[in-house]
């Protein structure tokens, strides 16, 4: 459920696929957290703004997220650990809390959570 449901994800949002060979169509947020195996980064067009946050870990973790490096009004539109695909969270729980200007992201083992922004 979870490969059909992330390739009609792909189709329906043109920042995943727009500019797959362009340089704007890609922006990495955080490529250097090897030690906690988390990865974060845009895929971007005109349109929209897709954030991608991979835990790679078998661990739980937080990630914290300047909010000026992905704008304001994100919103959770895939999340890898919903119930839905076997995951232990509800699809409609709370995954991303923002306090002064920080965003913190609640990455559950193994997951890849995708954020939406317009």
């Known amino acids: 459920r979870f490969m059909t449901d992330l ?5 329906e949002h043109p920042a995943m696929w727009k500019h797959d060979f362009k340089r704007e169509g ?15 980064f845009k ?7 897709i954030v991608l946050a ?5 661990e739980e973790q937080e990630y914290e997220l300047d909010q000026k490096e992905v704008g304001a009004g994100l919103q959770l ?3 890898s650990d919903w119930d839905i ?12 809390y923002a306090e002064d200007g920080k965003l913190t992201l ?6 890849a959570q995708y954020y939406f922004r317009k």
Not at 7 to 11: A, D, E, L, S
Not at 43 to 49: H, L, N, Q
Not at 85 to 96: A, D, I, P, R, S
Request: charged share 20%; with cysteine.
């Open 7 to 11: 390739n009609h994800f792909y189709m």
């Open 26 to 40: 890609f922006l990495w947020i955080d490529c250097h957290q090897e030690e906690k195996c988390i990865y974060l």
């Open 43 to 49: 895929r971007m067009c005109a349109e929209e703004t």
């Open 54 to 58: 991979m835990n790679c870990s078998d």
């Open 77 to 79: 539109v895939m999340n």
């Open 85 to 96: 695909y076997g995951g232990t969270q509800l699809k409609n729980q709370e995954v991303l």
């Open 106 to 111: 609640k990455l559950a083992p193994f997951s």
